[in-house]
T-cell receptor, first 113, second 113 residues
Framework: SQQGEEDPQALSIQEGENATMNCSYK?????LQWYRQNSGRGLVHLIL?????REKHSGRLRVTLDTSKKSSSLLITASRAADTASYFC?????????????FGQGTTLQVKP | DAGVIQSPRHEVTEMGQEVTLRCKPI?????LFWYRQTMMRGLELLIY????????DSGMPEDRFSAKMPNASFSTLKIQPSEPRDSAVYFC???????????FGQGTRLTVV
């Protein structure tokens, strides 16, 4: 069963604009992760944020986590056509701490050149 | 390391046939996950292992599905008998430790006709 719900389901922007994707989850987490999937390929890990962290950066990526609202956002700044892909959030359970990794439905991002 | 290796990349089989998907995790990784991805249901966790022991198989859809991990470097997911609704992309992923980033294989695209 999916833990995370993401919105929007699809996002279309122009190159150079920023893209923001949101993820909500239901249960206590140890960490939240974001992945990228290009069409026909496997998922690639982008960034991991732990439950005691509020913000994390990696290059043009900025992730925030609000555990009180059980939500996270992924911001891609100065987007490029090569950023076109599907983006997924995933959570690892914090209460049982068994390492179970559950994915959301994903956001499909299209960046127009 | 070559990453997580899945085989075959594509599989077309007739309804009722047995299908076996294979996965070789990254050497030294102690967690292995099997996922199924479809447009309708997204990325579903089927089963995961820690040190070759199944931890949670609650995502396995039916008794027709079974998974094994006979050693640290090999896992199989078997469907017997296969049905058209099993058509999907099946991913294997591995992690080093709990609560860390997952590395995905390229997936096996299964078509049951």
């Amino acid at each position: 069963s999916q833990q995370g719900e993401e919105d929007p389901q699809a996002l279309s922007i122009q190159e150079g604009e920023n893209a923001t994707m949101n993820c909500s989850y239901k249960t206590s987490i140890n960490n939240l992760q974001w992945y990228r999937q290009n069409s026909g390929r496997g998922l690639v890990h982008l960034i991991l944020i732990r439950s005691n962290e509020r913000e994390k950066h990696s290059g043009r990526l900025r992730v925030t986590l609000d555990t009180s609202k059980k939500s996270s956002s992924l911001l891609i700044t100065a987007s490029r056509a090569a950023d076109t892909a599907s983006y997924f959030c995933a959570t690892q359970d914090g209460s049982s701490n068994t390492g179970k990794l559950i994915f959301g439905q994903g956001t499909t991002l299209q960046v127009k050149p | 390391d070559a990453g997580v290796i899945q085989s075959p990349r594509h599989e077309v089989t007739e309804m009722g046939q047995e299908v076996t998907l294979r996965c070789k995790p990254i050497s030294g990784h102690d967690y292995l996950f099997w996922y199924r991805q479809t447009m309708m249901r997204g990325l579903e966790l089927l089963i995961y292992f820690n040190n070759n022991v199944p931890i949670d198989d609650s995502g396995m859809p039916e008794d027709r599905f079974s998974a094994k991990m006979p050693n640290a470097s090999f896992s199989t997911l078997k469907i017997q008998p296969s049905e058209p609704r099993d058509s999907a992309v099946y991913f294997c992923a591995s992690t080093l430790g709990r609560n860390t980033e997952a590395f995905f294989g390229q997936g096996t695209r299964l078509t049951v006709v």
